[in-house]
């Protein structure tokens, strides 16, 4: 049995996507954020969900609940790059005057699609970055958004189609810092990933392009347990598919995946040393990828050319034991 209701969240307006097992919140107004997700067979929240008192927060960091939206994600160095003949300024918000995270942050994004049936729920929501003055002047290439959610089962799919309105090539970076909450115990998940080689970051943060060896994070490739464990690491999927698992001792599995060939970067966060959150955040381009000195295909940044969206996907599905 599938629904869609609505919902408030500090007077703002959200969308609920019901299925026989999960429960996904969406935020359209901020963001258009997933701020919960709820088992309701494991009567679990799976993402760190903000509380109403969390309202002055999210509006200053909505990228730390839920699964946001980066775009582009990571650092940019001075917040300064040129592509195709354009200069690109983003705001310089981060020490040392450098950039984090994109420019989306609480944009108001269109419901315009709200269907469910015996199959399946969905919700489509699309935003013009010509409509924020924010955005145009720090990104002058305007772009469309549209991001279909659709619930089945157990699986949340998030389809983002990007167009390029404008006249000229522009650079485009994707990515999520989804927070899986693993509830004060980490001794009893483990974590597995396509994982190739660490990227170096400099004493900014910033990858400097270069790939050093996985040593004890080879775990990951078979699963880490994620007791002791403390990372802000970026990793190369390499030729890998680009699909995490996340994996209790009683045999209860979250998978997230995104598609070929965009996503070829992750980066995994716990905040300190592990205890009540991972983030794994797959990205499409390297941190910092409009100044690297490799082509595309390395940085994953996406040549988005006028007239010719591409479409990213993501799954997460979980697996109850």
């Known amino acids: 049995m599938y629904q869609i209701t609505k919902g408030q969240w500090n007077g703002y307006d959200t969308f609920i996507m019901h299925s026989d097992t999960l429960e996904a919140t969406l935020l359209p107004e901020l963001g258009c954020n997933v701020i919960r997700l709820w088992d309701k067979a494991a009567q679990r929240d799976i993402l760190r969900a903000p509380a109403e008192s969390d309202l002055d927060y999210y509006m200053t960091k909505p990228y730390h609940f839920g699964i946001p939206m980066l775009m582009p994600p990571g650092r940019i160095r001075r917040g300064k790059f040129e592509y195709a003949g354009v200069s690109y300024q983003f705001d310089q918000n981060t020490a040392n005057d450098n950039h984090i995270h994109g420019l989306h942050r609480l944009q108001p994004w269109s419901v315009i699609r709200a269907e469910a049936d015996d199959e399946q729920a969905v919700v489509t929501a699309q935003f013009h970055t010509a409509d924020d003055d924010n955005w145009m002047r720090q990104y002058p290439t ?138 794994v955040e797959p990205y499409t381009w390297l941190t910092d990828a409009p100044n690297l000195p490799f082509d595309n295909d390395t940085t994953g940044l996406i040549d988005l050319k006028p007239n010719e969206p591409i479409t990213l996907v993501l799954d997460l599905e979980i697996q109850h034991p």
């Open 142 to 279: 305007p772009l469309e958004f549209q991001l279909t959610f659709i619930l089945q089962g157990s699986t949340l799919s998030q389809h983002l189609t990007v167009t390029n309105i404008g006249g000229q090539a522009a650079p485009f970076g994707f990515g999520t810092h989804t927070w899986f909450l693993i509830d004060g115990e980490p001794n009893r998940w483990t974590l597995q990933v396509p994982v190739s080689g660490i990227y170096e970051l400099d004493e900014e943060l910033i990858t400097t392009g270069n790939t050093i060896p996985l040593g004890k994070n080879e775990q990951l490739l078979n699963g880490m347990n994620l007791r002791g464990t403390n990372f802000d690491t970026v990793f190369s999927i390499g030729t890998d598919k680009p699909e995490a698992w996340l994996t209790r001792d009683d045999g209860y599995r979250i998978r997230y995946a995104g598609n070929r060939p965009f996503f070829k970067h992750w980066v995994l966060y716990t905040r300190g040393v592990a205890d009540e959150i991972v983030c």
